[in-house]
């Protein structure tokens, strides 16, 4: 089966303008994440999709930080507008609903400048 | 509040040692605990674990884990210089994976 895609790969942007992310899940996949991975540190939970509806977002910056899953496969993860922190691999992983086992994709790494 | 804690943080090893890597957690809902090897961007699926004192295997890579004490342990054997990349913990807790640190493995050839 194919894996899940996201892109862009790279993304380098300057402090206040904004980026998006996509990800297609793996066909099927009901479940969709986006993580955040800062350097040095373990993925974190930004939000956790079900179907189009969301499950999970207690961790996203709301501020800055909207995602979107609106036909429940693909998803969109927007930051607007960017802080230096903000750089980070940005993860999307999917799995069945319930399953214990999730596929990530490859990721985007964004550096803000 | 949940935790995953893993260590040792960074590791550095000659190729044919063994390492083991812990990974000690305390969260509300245990489902499962994985562990995950991490060499560029994404993490590649080694091992899932559900129940205590089974031991999984592939190759030269072995896991098991202790419900009772909390833990796990990732075991290498006769490393080799491929093996270098930040091995990572998770535990599936109600519907969401809560990530330890990582521990960034170095083999030397």
């Known amino acids: 089966e194919a894996g899940v895609a996201q892109s862009p790969r790279y993304k380098i942007i300057e402090k206040r303008q904004s980026v998006a992310f996509w990800c297609n899940p793996i066909s099927g996949h009901a479940t969709l994440y986006w993580y955040q991975q800062i350097l040095g540190q373990g993925p974190k939970l930004l939000i956790q999709?079900?179907?189009?509806?969301?499950?999970?977002d207690s961790q996203l910056p709301k501020d800055r930080f909207s995602a979107e899953r609106l036909k429940g496969v693909d998803s969109t993860l927007k930051i607007q507008p960017a802080k230096l922190e903000d750089s980070a691999v940005y993860l999307c992983a999917s799995s069945r609903t319930g399953a214990l086992r999730y596929t990530f994709g490859s990721g985007t790494r964004l550096t803000v400048v | 509040e949940d935790k995953v804690v893993q260590s040792p943080l960074s590791l550095v090893v000659h190729e044919g040692d063994t390492v083991t890597l812990n990974c000690s957690y305390e969260v509300t809902n245990f489902r499962s605990l994985l562990w995950y090897k991490q060499e560029k961007k994404a993490p590649t699926f080694l091992f899932m674990l559900t129940s205590s004192g089974i031991e999984k295997k592939s190759g030269r890579l072995s896991s098991i884990l202790d419900k009772k004490e909390l833990f796990s342990i990732l075991n290498i054997t006769a490393t080799q210089t491929g093996d270098s990349a930040v091995y990572l913990c998770?535990?599936?807790?109600?519907?969401?994976?809560?990530f330890g640190t990582g521990t960034r493995l170095k083999v030397l050839a």
């Open positions: 999709f079900q179907n189009n509806g969301v499950v999970d």
């Open positions: 998770a535990v599936h807790e109600t519907y969401k994976y809560i």
